[in-house]
């Protein structure tokens, strides 16, 4: 077995590996190692498993992130709620974290943060605050429609009596996603993410990335959600709405636009995204049927130290946080990408 670093006379091995592995997601395919590089200025080490025979039998993407305030560390995959060590045995994986370690201590990295679905390194630290909320979807919308509660059904009509409508597109809706976008991500005091970086993912990936955006009739955006297909699954990892139109139900329109969307597509399953239970976001996921199923985030740790709490819920970021929250908009997008792009 030998371990080595991807180059790209292995691209299309890379991702036939990926696409042929049940525990694979889509931020193991090498696009998004691009998409990072050009969107970010990251650095990365693509790490890859051959058996005897030389074919694949585990990769490993990572990415490093370093700055004055958060530090340096490796994740795989950052932005994103999955990524890891994706591999055929457990020697494999032993191997590939056995690398990744050698290439972290090198680097200067303190720690490595591995997002998995599963438990597959029992015997790493591992934090399980966090679950991700599916939802199977049958055949034909109607039937998942007729499964939603009373209030939720009159939320979503609620947009429609409004005049409200849905649109989607690629590269063309990126604007109207983006405008809600950025201000929300400011009114929760959270650094947003340049444009660009959704510009390079439409752009690498045209067939299976997305967005739908809601109108009001006067054809203002007032809620967007981006999202990404990968087999038989679609997931919305970034969605917005503005506060000022959110009485007028525009974000539950958008929801039951995009999963009546997956149904007609014939997609088998819609991925909410992580949320920590009980809160908030947990809720409005639940309300549609998602169910939830564990997280796990592995840690190599350099020196045995605690897991470190790089989130919004740590007390020493909720100044900052609401400092954010009162800076003009522009500021904000102007800003916010040199912030964020070291915020795993």
């Known amino acids: 077995m030998k371990i080595h670093l991807y180059d790209p006379g292995y691209r299309d091995a890379w991702d036939d590996f990926v696409m042929k592995n049940d525990s694979a997601s889509c931020y193991h395919l090498i696009g998004w ?75 200067g990295m303190k720690h490595i943060e591995l997002r998995h679905c599963d ?71 959270t650094p947003v993410y340049a444009r660009k970086f959704f510009q390079n993912i439409l752009t690498t990936f045209p067939d299976t990335a997305r967005i739908c955006t809601v109108y009001t009739k006067e054809g203002i955006p007032a809620a967007s959600g981006f999202l990404i297909s990968f087999k038989d699954a679609i997931e919305i990892p970034w969605a917005s709405s503005l506060r000022s139109l959110n009485r007028f139900g525009p974000n539950m329109f958008l929801y039951s636009t995009v999963l009546e969307f997956a149904c007609r597509e014939g997609y088998r399953k819609f991925d909410f995204g992580r949320s920590t239970p009980g809160e908030g976001t947990y809720k409005f996921k639940e309300q549609w049927g998602a169910k939830p199923y564990q997280l796990y985030w592995h840690y190599w740790m350099e020196n045995g130290e605690p897991i470190p709490e790089i989130n919004p819920h740590n007390p020493k970021y909720s100044l900052a ?22 915020l795993p």
């Open 119 to 189: 438990n597959i390194l029992p015997q790493m630290p591992v934090k399980t605050s966090k679950v991700t909320m599916h939802l199977q979807l049958p055949a034909r919308y109607e039937e998942l429609k007729a499964s939603f509660g009373t209030k939720l059904r009159s939320q979503i009509k609620r947009a429609a009596k409004e005049g409200m409508y849905a649109r989607f597109g690629g590269l063309d809706e990126l604007n109207s996603f983006y405008d809600v976008f950025s201000r929300n991500m400011r009114d929760l005091g």
């Open 33 to 107: 190692k691009e998409i990072i590089e050009k969107s970010f200025g990251h650095r990365t080490w693509y790490l890859l498993s051959r058996d005897n025979a030389g074919s694949i039998n585990g990769i490993l993407p990572l990415v490093h992130l370093k700055s004055i305030l958060f530090g340096s560390f490796g994740i795989s995959m950052p932005f994103f709620n999955y990524g890891g060590i994706c591999a055929k045995d457990d020697e494999a994986r032993g191997n590939l974290i056995r690398e990744a370690a050698i290439v972290a201590g090198a680097a």
């Open 321 to 342: 946080i609401k400092i954010w929250q009162h800076l003009p908009l522009q500021l904000t997008k102007l800003a916010g990408p040199c912030v964020v792009k070291n």
